[in-house]
């Protein structure tokens, strides 16, 4: 009873002030570029959260429909990509010598846009399901990648010492040691991932896709300003799969990985 | 209803492998699957194959087609060639320049037979012709759509690096209609629309044709993977006598390619109203006034060899293409049978 | 005094051992030219002012870091081949705990590294712990413990593996005098069942009288051997002995064998 | 198992502590040469062997590919020669956006962190929304900032100054949060100000997590530059190289990639050199 | 006149506090209805078993953990009053130094923090150093000391603000008899001149009775008051107080006060 009225305390109201405020001066800021300004695409800028609101209402089976495709693919390209990430962490932090060979390249492959990868990716697989998983997973896995690999490497000494006192085995000392200590951030990685992954969905929703909220976002920018409210829907639809994602995470975070000292109530009855 | 979903129900069976199926096993109770790859998001500019797939046109002739949407990210010329897809719309100063950098294309037959490009102005800036362009911010989408626009200016007179700003436009008229930009390209079809669509009267807006001032290039055409033709091209034909079909279907009832269409969009983005108007003005296209739509889809020689000659000018293209391979109107007649 | 034939065979062999550390701007000089026998079954103790070398000294025994000359055998082999063969059991001068274990996994944790089956080893740890009076503490995390209370996680999962070899940094010196009196006799009683080799870090003299065959004497700077103290007192050692002659004799003499810091 | 434990044991010697092991005294130079050898020698050894396969078609009939998916690296350079002048400014042009859009996402990252983990009950929500800014992806973006800041650099700053926010919130929050309490415990003996448990502790214990996040920004923030130009930019890496690839010259496409990555790898490791050079102190670091 | 007033004055009213701490499982009754005063200018100690609350209760007087229930006046006003005034320097029993500083500025890091002006900060903190025996060590980084080293360089950081109230958790148990016995001498002199009120937690019984005035004595689960010892030997104290017979009695006083783990 007291601790889910300190939840709601807490936890809960600071989002919805957050949340309230934030819409209060947006509404505001629209209604000032549009009647007080009247600068033109105003509502282009910054639309008025109602009339977004009212889209929500005519259109929000398909938004949800359209969202719910989304998150699907976004849950592939992040799965594969953590997983594509994590392992090459592990990988780098086996030998420096890995780490230097593989690193420069892992850091210029990130800077192959989609659109020249894609020729090269469908020509590969020749299967436009599997090319766009690839190519969702190859937007998440770098900052898996790095978070994982700083967690990993900075295990403390003395932790490492008590391992090798055990003449452990390098899988052992994984296991026991480096992947537990790399967990936190492992976990920051992967909160920067998944709303990363939805981006990545909705860019690979590009590449010929016909369902996804990506596809919406686009068409409703090509037909011009009259859907500028759908457009901005589909925004705040990507937006709040982030969000979905990154709270996902963060509850997944609390039961993996428990002890770190952000979760720890100090004394008292705190 | 419509074959766009990106199901993966492409089974290896389906490759367009350059030998893969032929012309024989295409036996009557067999479906052969067909991938076609748009230039753009679904709407009335590919109104035919819509209307090909609703009706069953391309059932009757055994075929199963999907057709993959297109995007702002996506080359179709890339796609038929790398497999993703068989068959592929785009524009014809496009295709040349991918055919000759080897990528195994033949276009198989030309639908569009003007132009749709055209430079929209607001009157207040007052450029009435080509040569009011010069010392103005003009913009095009740029990646094989800007060919007709250097055109004009040449004829002009103008050197785009010098004599004006000619500048990268987005796939919205935003910049347009927020005074950013002059003069900017639109599609008759839509763009324009949108422009219109926003409460700028027709009579406000100055409008250069490239048809007119005859710059025009060849714009939406089929072509397909030669590789994958050389040994369908039954398969080909069939597909292209289902899609003129729709076409000659569509033109002629607009309302109803109208409806077909809308079942393939997404609800919410875009109105039939806006669909409407898009295929009234894409209708002007195909068919021309006095155009016989029994040559639809026909690739003449002397508009293809224009469309090149533009291409060579602005190097689109480095050498002139060898006509014979660049196009083929083999499919269209078997198709006519 | 001398029991055993085990007594014979050098267990731990260090021959001229000389240890620098590297620091940005210079060299620290952490043992010099150190060179003991410890022979197997036999508890032995260093003493030496704070920043002596001792734990250094330690470290190198168990093949954690390496000398900068000289030699380390153990048991008729290298320091590296004992370490791989999984004889060593250490306590740190800090208690090291994994953060992510609680207490009882984190005494647990040696015997599921030698492959003890999961019933046993859970019942091995709550043995040990409440040996070292923690078993109300079982299913805590480590940062849910005093200070003294981590040491003796630290000292229960040393000894839950029964190492042939013990090497243990000040393990009691968290602790009150009473407890600190009590794991004395409880370690002893341990090391006459198992028999192993102890070697022992302590600051306290008495502590290291009353636990130690021979007690080791460090002084600073660089770490050098000053002295070395057999302590003639039978076995089994009873609280009674604390009170002798003897016992006040030899913390006179190894006071002696002392410099300050 | 020898084996595998013989590595470990050479990570104690480097990771753990400063030993001068007997047999390395002597050629402290000689190792550092070595270092140096698989530091540079060893990628570029690698990449060269890399070019050579792409270069002799191996990964082409590897994967069967084709020459006009993915261009011969001698085409590739000679289209650099050709070019060079225009790429080397464009790379220029990109840089500067990736560079500056960096350093204010960054900038605004960190400080929203800081918030958060100043007011941990208020602010948590603020990490959140910048997070959620992330999975707006840039087509969607790059329209938004074009009609907030026209066509020109300023919108693509904007666009990788969204992208580049959230990484570096997520994580120097995390890394503000990881410190050990007892060090937190200390400032608040000193009755320390907010401000001065962040000059004092909390900046320099998230400092392994924020030279990550700035790692990851490095990266990101070309790749966001050179997205965000694909729509509206006539200039730059990104405007070529979509203008490119959809005019078939794929060699130039990716004469562009080419210089991006080099760009974007020589950004990488100068962040990495600096991270170095500020937390040697870290663990990670002691080698 | 002046003087007496001083002692009565209670600088710190520690009024029936009780602390339970949460775990997952269960609750931790660490200190229950402690009541204790201390004087301004006072040497008090704290003893008991591990795990007892003796750092739990130095954390509440510092303000660092709200007790459950009770309530503790510092210096007439609240703990957080005493704290937000800078007045307290404390001795964790960790270290806790900062790995990203050096000794030298680990040192300063008070001073620091109360304005003290740079080349000021860099003499006081050499001062601290070499009065720990240090200075040698003021450039490196922490991890490159001894685990003694380490915990003389966080008594070194505490003295320099010269609190007004220091706390010290166990701070000599680290280190070899000699380093500590000097070290309490060189803290009473501190505290003679400074006239600050200390309160100390150790495990040694005679270390207890050397420094303080009065002993409390607390016994474990829950963790309550069970005896204060006045010392009434005089002061200054010396050597050879250590060897009267008033310091063996007290000894054995405060054995008998004591409640063993
Ligand atoms: N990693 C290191 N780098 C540099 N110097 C070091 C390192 N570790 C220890 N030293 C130095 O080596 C000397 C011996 O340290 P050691 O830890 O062995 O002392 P100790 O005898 O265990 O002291 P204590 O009783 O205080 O624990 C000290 O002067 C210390 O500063
Ligand atoms: N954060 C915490 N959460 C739960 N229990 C705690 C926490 N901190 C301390 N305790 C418990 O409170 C009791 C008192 O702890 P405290 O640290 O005060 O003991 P101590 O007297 O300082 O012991 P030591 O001499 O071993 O340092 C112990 O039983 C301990 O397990
Ligand atoms: C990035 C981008 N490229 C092209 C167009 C323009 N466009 C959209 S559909 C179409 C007709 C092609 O069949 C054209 C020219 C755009 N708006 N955005
Ligand atoms: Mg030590
Ligand atoms: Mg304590």
Same mark, same amino acid.
């Given at each position: 009873?007291?601790?889910?009225?300190?939840?709601?305390?807490?936890?809960?109201?600071?989002?919805?002030?957050?949340?309230?405020?934030?819409?209060?001066?947006?509404?505001?800021?629209?209604?000032?570029?549009?009647?007080?300004?009247?600068?033109?695409?105003?509502?282009?800028?910054?639309?008025?959260?109602?009339?977004?609101?009212?889209?929500?209402?005519?259109?929000?089976?398909?938004?949800?429909?359209?969202?719910?495709?989304?998150?699907?693919?976004?849950?592939?390209?992040?799965?594969?990509?953590?997983?594509?990430?994590?392992?090459?962490?592990?990988?780098?932090?086996?030998?420096?010598?890995?780490?230097? /060979?593989?690193?420069?390249?892992?850091?210029?492959?990130?800077?192959?846009?989609?659109?020249?990868?894609?020729?090269?990716?469908?020509?590969?697989?020749?299967?436009?399901?599997?090319?766009?998983?690839?190519?969702?997973?190859?937007?998440?896995?770098?900052?898996?990648?790095?978070?994982?690999?700083?967690?990993?490497?900075?295990?403390?000494?003395?932790?490492?010492?008590?391992?090798?006192?055990?003449?452990?085995?390098?899988?052992?000392?994984?296991?026991?040691?480096?992947?537990?200590?790399?967990?936190?951030?492992?976990?920051?990685? /992967?909160?920067?991932?998944?709303?990363?992954?939805?981006?990545?969905?909705?860019?690979?929703?590009?590449?010929?896709?016909?369902?996804?909220?990506?596809?919406?976002?686009?068409?409703?920018?090509?037909?011009?300003?009259?859907?500028?409210?759908?457009?901005?829907?589909?925004?705040?639809?990507?937006?709040?799969?982030?969000?979905?994602?990154?709270?996902?995470?963060?509850?997944?975070?609390?039961?993996?990985?428990?002890?770190?000292?952000?979760?720890?109530?100090?004394?008292?009855?705190? | 209803?419509?074959?766009?979903?990106?199901?993966?129900?492409?089974?290896?069976?389906?490759?367009?492998?350059?030998?893969?199926?032929?012309?024989?096993?295409?036996?009557?109770?067999?479906?052969?699957?067909?991938? /076609?790859?748009?230039?753009?998001?679904?709407?009335?500019?590919?109104?035919?194959?819509?209307?090909?797939?609703?009706?069953?046109?391309?059932?009757?002739?055994?075929?199963?087609?999907?057709?993959?949407?297109?995007?702002?990210?996506?080359?179709?010329?890339?796609?038929?060639?790398?497999?993703?897809?068989?068959?592929?719309?785009?524009?014809?100063?496009?295709?040349?320049?991918?055919?000759?950098?080897?990528?195994?294309?033949?276009?198989?037959?030309?639908?569009?037979?003007?132009?749709?490009?055209?430079? &929209?102005?607001?009157?207040?800036?007052?450029?009435?012709?080509?040569?009011?362009?010069?010392?103005?911010?003009?913009?095009?989408?740029?990646?094989?759509?800007?060919?007709?626009?250097?055109?004009?200016?040449?004829?002009?007179?103008?050197?785009?690096?010098?004599?004006?700003?000619?500048?990268?436009?987005?796939?919205?008229?935003?910049?347009?209609?927020?005074?950013?930009?002059?003069?900017?390209?639109?599609?008759?079809?839509?763009?324009?629309?949108?422009?219109?669509?926003?409460?700028?009267?027709?009579?406000?807006?100055?409008?250069?044709?490239?048809?007119?001032?005859? &710059?025009?290039?060849?714009?939406?055409?089929?072509?397909?993977?030669?590789?994958?033709?050389?040994?369908?091209?039954?398969?080909?034909?069939?597909?292209?006598?289902?899609?003129?079909?729709?076409?000659?279907?569509?033109?002629?009832?607009?309302?109803?390619?109208?409806?077909?269409?809308?079942?393939? &969009?997404?609800?919410?983005?875009?109105?039939?109203?806006?669909?409407?108007?898009?295929?009234?003005?894409?209708?002007?296209?195909?068919?021309?006034?006095?155009?016989?739509?029994?040559?639809?889809?026909?690739?003449?020689?002397?508009?293809?060899?224009?469309?090149?000659?533009?291409?060579?000018?602005?190097?689109?293209?480095?050498?002139?293409?060898?006509?014979?391979?660049?196009?083929?109107?083999?499919?269209?007649?078997?198709?006519?049978? | 005094?001398?029991?055993?034939?085990?007594?014979?065979?050098?267990?731990?062999?260090?021959?001229?051992?000389?240890?620098?550390?590297?620091?940005?701007?210079?060299?620290?000089?952490?043992?010099?030219?150190?060179?003991?026998?410890?022979?197997?079954?036999?508890?032995?103790?260093?003493?030496?002012?704070?920043?002596?070398?001792?734990?250094?000294?330690?470290?190198?025994?168990?093949?954690?870091?390496?000398?900068?000359?000289?030699?380390?055998?153990?048991?008729?082999?290298?320091?590296?081949?004992?370490?791989?063969?999984?004889?060593?059991?250490?306590?740190?001068?800090?208690?090291?705990?994994?953060?992510?274990?609680?207490?009882?996994?984190?005494?647990?944790?040696?015997?599921?590294?030698?492959?003890?089956?999961?019933?046993?080893?859970?019942?091995?740890?709550?043995?040990?712990?409440?040996?070292?009076?923690?078993?109300?503490?079982?299913?805590?995390?480590?940062?849910?413990?005093?200070?003294?209370?981590?040491?003796?996680?630290?000292?229960?999962?040393?000894?839950?593996?029964?190492?042939?070899?013990?090497?243990?940094?000040?393990?009691?010196?968290?602790?009150?005098?009473?407890?600190?009196?009590?794991?004395?006799?409880?370690?002893?009683?341990?090391?006459?069942? &198992?028999?192993?080799?102890?070697?022992?870090?302590?600051?306290?003299?008495?502590?290291?009288?009353?636990?130690?065959?021979?007690?080791?004497?460090?002084?600073?700077?660089?770490?050098?051997?000053?002295?070395?103290?057999?302590?003639?007192?039978?076995?089994?050692?009873?609280?009674?002995?604390?009170?002798?002659?003897?016992?006040?004799?030899?913390?006179?003499?190894?006071?002696?064998?002392?410099?300050?810091? | 198992?020898?084996?595998?434990?013989?590595?470990?044991?050479?990570?104690?010697?480097?990771?753990?502590?400063?030993?001068?092991?007997?047999?390395?005294?002597?050629?402290?130079?000689?190792?550092?040469?070595?270092?140096?050898?698989?530091?540079?020698?060893?990628?570029?050894?690698?990449?060269?062997?890399?070019?050579?396969?792409?270069?002799?078609?191996?990964?082409?009939?590897?994967?069967?590919?084709?020459?006009?998916?993915?261009?011969?690296?001698?085409?590739?350079?000679?289209?650099?020669?050709?070019?060079?002048?225009?790429?080397?400014?464009?790379?220029?042009?990109?840089?500067?956006?990736?560079?500056?859009?960096?350093?204010?996402?960054?900038?605004?990252?960190?400080?929203?962190?800081?918030?958060?983990?100043?007011?941990?009950?208020?602010?948590?929500?603020?990490?959140?929304?910048?997070?959620?800014?992330?999975?707006?992806?840039?087509?969607?973006?790059?329209?938004?900032?074009?009609?907030?800041?026209?066509?020109?650099?300023?919108?693509?700053?904007?666009?990788?100054?969204?992208?580049?926010?959230?990484?570096?919130?997520?994580?120097?929050?995390?890394?503000?949060?990881?410190?050990?309490?007892?060090?937190?415990?200390?400032?608040?003996?000193?009755?320390?100000?907010?401000?001065?448990?962040?000059?004092?502790?909390?900046?320099?214990?998230?400092?392994?997590?924020?030279?990550?996040?700035?790692?990851?920004?490095?990266?990101?923030?070309?790749?966001?530059?050179?997205?965000?130009?694909?729509?509206?930019?006539?200039?730059?890496?990104?405007?070529? /190289?979509?203008?490119?690839?959809?005019?078939?010259?794929?060699?130039?496409?990716?004469?562009?990639?080419?210089?991006?990555?080099?760009?974007?790898?020589?950004?990488?490791?100068?962040?990495?050199?600096?991270?170095?050079?500020?937390?040697?102190?870290?663990?990670?670091?002691?080698?």
């Amino acid at each position: 009873m007291k601790e889910s009225g300190v939840f709601l305390r807490e936890r809960l109201l600071p989002i919805v002030v957050w949340v309230l405020g934030i819409l209060l001066v947006w509404e505001g800021a629209s209604w000032y570029l549009l009647e007080v300004r009247q600068i033109p695409l105003a509502q282009s800028k910054l639309p008025y959260i109602h009339e977004i609101a009212a889209t929500f209402t005519t259109y929000g089976g398909t938004l949800a429909k359209e969202g719910w495709v989304t998150f699907m693919n976004a849950a592939y390209g992040f799965l594969l990509g953590a997983a594509a990430g994590s392992l090459l962490a592990i990988l780098m932090s086996l030998s420096k010598w890995v780490e230097q /060979l593989a690193f420069p390249y892992a850091v210029a492959s990130q800077m192959v846009p989609v659109l020249g990868l894609a020729p090269i990716v469908y020509g590969i697989v020749r299967d436009e399901e599997t090319a766009r998983i690839l190519i969702s997973a190859y937007i998440t896995f770098f900052p898996v990648s790095l978070n994982m690999l700083r967690g990993l490497r900075s295990v403390s000494p003395a932790s490492l010492e008590l391992m090798h006192s055990y003449a452990a085995g390098g899988r052992t000392i994984y296991w026991k040691l480096r992947f537990p200590a790399s967990l936190p951030g492992l976990f920051s990685g /992967l909160k920067i991932a998944a709303p990363l992954a939805v981006t990545g969905a909705i860019l690979v929703e590009l590449m010929g896709a016909s369902r996804g909220i990506g596809v919406i976002m686009l068409r409703n920018l090509y037909y011009g300003p009259s859907h500028v409210y759908m457009f901005w829907s589909t925004v705040v639809v990507g937006a709040f799969l982030g969000i979905f994602c990154y709270v996902l995470i963060s509850a997944v975070e609390r039961i993996a990985a428990p002890w770190q000292p952000e979760f720890r109530n100090k004394g008292g009855d705190g | 209803a419509c074959g766009g979903n990106n199901g993966s129900s492409n089974d290896s069976g389906s490759q367009p492998s350059a030998n893969g199926g032929g012309d024989g096993a295409a036996g009557a109770s067999e479906t052969v699957e067909v991938k /076609l790859q748009l230039k753009w998001v679904p709407q009335a500019q590919f109104a035919g194959y819509f209307v090909a797939q609703e009706k069953g046109y391309y059932a009757e002739e055994g075929l199963e087609v999907e057709i993959l949407p297109g995007g702002p990210d996506i080359v179709p010329e890339q796609q038929v060639a790398s497999g993703a897809a068989h068959i592929g719309v785009d524009w014809v100063a496009s295709l040349l320049a991918h055919q000759e950098q080897g990528l195994p294309l033949t276009q198989i037959a030309q639908i569009y037979q003007e132009s749709g490009l055209v430079l &929209v102005s607001k009157k207040e800036s007052g450029i009435t012709s080509g040569a009011d362009l010069k010392g103005r911010k003009v913009g095009n989408w740029m990646g094989g759509n800007e060919f007709e626009v250097l055109a004009l200016f040449d004829k002009y007179g103008l050197d785009s690096t010098k004599d004006l700003e000619f500048v990268k436009q987005g796939f919205t008229m935003d910049q347009f209609l927020a005074g950013e930009l002059d003069a900017a390209s639109a599609m008759t079809y839509n763009e324009f629309q949108v422009v219109l669509s926003e409460g700028i009267a027709e009579s406000d807006l100055n409008v250069i044709d490239m048809n007119a001032e005859g &710059v025009a290039m060849l714009e939406d055409n089929l072509f397909a993977n030669s590789d994958w033709l050389s040994g369908n091209k039954e398969t080909a034909a069939k597909f292209l006598r289902a899609s003129l079909k729709g076409w000659k279907d569509a033109i002629a009832d607009p309302e109803q390619a109208v409806d077909i269409v809308m079942k393939s &969009v997404e609800e919410g983005s875009t109105s039939r109203d806006h669909q409407l108007k898009m295929m009234t003005e894409v209708a002007k296209l195909v068919a021309p006034e006095g155009f016989d739509l029994n040559n639809l889809g026909w690739t003449d020689e002397a508009m293809f060899k224009q469309t090149a000659d533009i291409a060579l000018q602005f190097n689109v293209i480095q050498n002139e293409p060898e006509l014979s391979t660049a196009f083929t109107n083999e499919i269209v007649e078997m198709a006519r049978d | 005094m001398e029991n055993t034939m085990a007594t014979i065979l050098p267990e731990i062999d260090i021959d001229r051992v000389t240890m620098k550390y590297r620091t940005d701007a210079s060299e620290v000089l952490a043992l010099q030219e150190v060179t003991m026998n410890i022979r197997q079954g036999e508890f032995v103790s260093l003493l030496g002012p704070s920043g002596c070398g001792k734990t250094t000294l330690l470290r190198i025994i168990a093949d954690l870091i390496q000398p900068t000359s000289g030699s380390v055998q153990v048991a008729g082999g290298t320091a590296r081949e004992a370490r791989l063969a999984q004889k060593y059991g250490i306590v740190f001068q800090n208690p090291v705990l994994y953060d992510w274990r609680k207490v009882r996994e984190n005494v647990t944790l040696p015997l599921e590294m030698m492959g003890v089956k999961k019933s046993e080893r859970r019942h091995r740890a709550m043995e040990l712990l409440s040996l070292v009076g923690l078993e109300h503490a079982a299913s805590r995390y480590p940062w849910q413990l005093s200070g003294g209370m981590q040491q003796r996680v630290a000292i229960a999962r040393a000894l839950a593996m029964e190492p042939e070899i013990l090497l243990m940094d000040e393990p009691f010196s968290a602790l009150d005098e009473f407890s600190r009196e009590r794991l004395n006799e409880e370690l002893l009683a341990i090391w006459s069942q &198992v028999k192993n080799t102890v070697v022992f870090v302590t600051h306290s003299i008495p502590e290291a009288i009353f636990l130690s065959d021979r007690v080791f004497v460090l002084s600073p700077h660089p770490g050098r051997l000053s002295a070395v103290v057999d302590i003639s007192m039978p076995r089994p050692r009873t609280k009674e002995m604390r009170q002798s002659e003897t016992f006040f004799r030899l913390i006179a003499q190894i006071r002696g064998s002392f410099e300050g810091v | 198992m020898v084996g595998v434990s013989g590595t470990e044991l050479q990570e104690v010697r480097t990771e753990g502590i400063k030993a001068v092991p007997r047999e390395m005294r002597i050629s402290k130079r000689s190792r550092r040469k070595r270092r140096r050898f698989t530091a540079v020698g060893l990628p570029v050894i690698a990449g060269l062997c890399f070019l050579a396969l792409w270069e002799f078609e191996v990964f082409h009939r590897l994967f069967q590919l084709r020459t006009y998916q993915l261009p011969l690296p001698s085409d590739i350079a000679k289209a650099i020669r050709d070019h060079v002048d225009l790429l080397l400014s464009y790379t220029g042009y990109t840089l500067t956006e990736a560079v500056l859009g960096m350093l204010l996402g960054s900038s605004i990252g960190f400080v929203v962190a800081l918030l958060a983990a100043a007011w941990p009950k208020w602010g948590s929500a603020s990490v959140l929304i910048v997070a959620s800014l992330n999975a707006v992806p840039i087509v969607a973006l790059a329209p938004i900032m074009n009609l907030w800041f026209s066509d020109g650099m300023g919108s693509r700053i904007a666009i990788v100054t969204v992208t580049t926010m959230a990484a570096m919130a997520i994580n120097a929050h995390k890394g503000m949060n990881a410190v050990d309490p007892l060090a937190m415990d200390l400032m608040h003996s000193y009755a320390a100000k907010k401000l001065e448990v962040f000059r004092y502790l909390r900046v320099a214990g998230s400092l392994p997590y924020v030279f990550t996040a700035l790692k990851i920004n490095a990266t990101s923030s070309m790749i966001g530059a050179i997205v965000g130009e694909f729509f509206y930019s006539s200039r730059g890496l990104g405007y070529l /190289l979509s203008n490119s690839i959809k005019v078939a010259k794929m060699p130039l496409g990716w004469s562009c990639i080419v210089l991006a990555a080099v760009a974007g790898v020589i950004f990488y490791f100068i962040i990495e050199r600096l991270e170095k050079w500020c937390i040697r102190w870290h663990s990670s670091q002691r080698t």
